[in-house]
T-cell receptor
C-alpha cells in the first residue's frame, strides 16, 4: 500500500477523550485529511492540515507534524454518535491516498 | 438536494454481465473520482478525472473503465463482472485548490 498506518479499532467511554493516531510516508506530502464514516454511509470531511500544529474545530482537533510523518485526531466529550470509522488520508501530488480507517466504539 | 448522487444505490448482477454505475454532481467541481471500499482494505482509487478530457488510472483499474460525459457526470463500467468486484463503490468530487473529497452515498454491488 501507500504506508498510511492507523489503529484498526479503538474503544472509549462516553464523555471521555480519545486520540486516533496516523503515521505516513513523508515523500511527496502535500496535506492531510481526516474523514468520519458511519457504517454503510459515505465518508464526510472533518479536517485538513497542511502546516504543523493543531487545528481545533469544536469537539474535534487535528494535529500534524510533517517532519515526523505523524498526525492525530482528538475527539473530546465523546458522544454515542461519534461511534464510526475515522479515515486518515494523505494528499500526495494530486492524489488522495486513504488509510484503512480506525473503527471507534463508544461505551455508555 | 444531494450535491453528489449515485445510481443505482444497490445492484445485484451475475458473473460476466456488463454493468454501469453512474455519478452526477452539482458542486461545479472539475475533479471526479471512483473508489471501492472493502472490509479491512479501506478506500481504494479506481479511476480519476481532472476534467472532461482527462482520465487517469488509479490503484486498482483492472477490470474497470470510465467515461466522463460532462463536467457533472462520471460513470464507471464493469465490462464483465466477477465476484471479487463485490464491494461498496463511491464516487467523489473535489475542488482543485485543497482537494477535499465530497462523496456520493455509495453503490452496493453484489456479483454472483
Amino acid at each position: 500500500g501507500q504506508n498510511i498506518d492507523q489503529p484498526t479499532e479503538m474503544t472509549a467511554t462516553e464523555g471521555a477523550i480519545v486520540q486516533i493516531n496516523c503515521t505516513y510516508q513523508t515523500s511527496g506530502f502535500n496535506g492531510l485529511f481526516w474523514y468520519q464514516q458511519h457504517a454503510g454511509e459515505a465518508p464526510t470531511f472533518l479536517s485538513y492540515n497542511v502546516l504543523d500544529g493543531l487545528e481545533e474545530k469544536g469537539r474535534f482537533s487535528s494535529f500534524l507534524s510533517r517532519s515526523k510523518g505523524y498526525s492525530y485526531l482528538l475527539l473530546k466529550e465523546l458522544q454515542m454518535k461519534d461511534s464510526a470509522s475515522y479515515l486518515c488520508a494523505v494528499k500526495r501530488d494530486d492524489k488522495i491516498i486513504f488509510g484503512k480507517g480506525t473503527r471507534l466504539h463508544i461505551l455508555p | 438536494d444531494a450535491d453528489v448522487t449515485q445510481t443505482p444505490r444497490n445492484r445485484i448482477t451475475k458473473t460476466g454481465k456488463r454493468i454501469m454505475l453512474e455519478c452526477s454532481q452539482t458542486k461545479g467541481h472539475d475533479r471526479m473520482y471512483w473508489y471501492r471500499q472493502d472490509p479491512g482494505l479501506g478506500l481504494r482509487l479506481i479511476y480519476y478525472s481532472f476534467d472532461v478530457k482527462d482520465i487517469n488510472k488509479g490503484e486498482i483499474s483492472d477490470g474497470y473503465s470510465v467515461s466522463r460525459q460532462a463536467q457533472a457526470k462520471f460513470s464507471l463500467s464493469l465490462e464483465s463482472a466477477i465476484p471479487n468486484q463485490t464491494a461498496l463503490y463511491f464516487c467523489a468530487t473535489s475542488d482543485w485548490a485543497r482537494g477535499t473529497q465530497y462523496f456520493g452515498p455509495g453503490t452496493r454491488l453484489l456479483v454472483l
